[in-house]
């Protein structure tokens, strides 16, 4: 998939970020429309969308924080966002699933790494499935065990990588 370019999200993306989400995870732990609207307008510069053929078919985003573990407040409360925080997390990476498997998971993911490099953040944190610790950990991500996270009432687990 060479014709797949990463860039940051404008507004306009938003709604249909919104959408992916909504194929991407399931009722209990999508965000909506207006969670995305109100996280954009926060740290919109924390979103990230692949593109291909002038379609959105993933994205990226998160909030910074000077926690070491992603705490599910921060899904929540926008206004949690710490612009110089240590830490950059990820809420969520997703692909639509007729784009899974070649990559481009892994090319958002990266992109995503090399700005929160230059952004000096210490390190990546997220919480992921257990069927995702090895996609994660293939990306440099340190299984920290099973996470406290409630979000979606769903089982996660703690996953990190520094920079």
Not at 138 to 144: A, E, Q, T
Request: glycine share 6%; aromatic share 12%; hydrophobic share 40%.
């Amino acid at each position: 998939m060479n014709n797949i370019i990463i860039r940051q999200a404008v507004l306009d993306d938003i709604e249909d970020i919104a959408k992916i989400e909504k194929i991407c995870f399931n009722t209990l732990e999508a965000a909506d429309y207006q969670d995305f609207k109100d996280r954009y307008d926060v740290f919109g510069e924390w979103f990230l969308v692949a593109i291909l053929d002038n379609h959105i078919i993933g994205f990226i985003n998160g909030a910074s924080t000077n926690d070491k573990i992603l705490k599910d407040e921060l899904y929540h409360d926008a206004s949690l966002h710490i612009p110089d925080g240590e830490y950059q997390s990820v809420f969520g990476l997703a692909v639509l699933p007729e784009y899974r498997c070649v990559g481009i998971g892994h090319l958002l993911l990266q992109s995503y790494i090399d700005i929160s490099f230059k952004g000096q953040k210490k390190a990546v944190i997220l919480t992921c499935k257990d069927h995702l610790i090895h996609f994660y950990q293939s990306c440099g991500f340190i299984h920290l065990g099973r996470s406290h996270s409630t979000h979606g009432q769903a089982m996660w687990n703690d996953m990190i990588r520094y920079l």
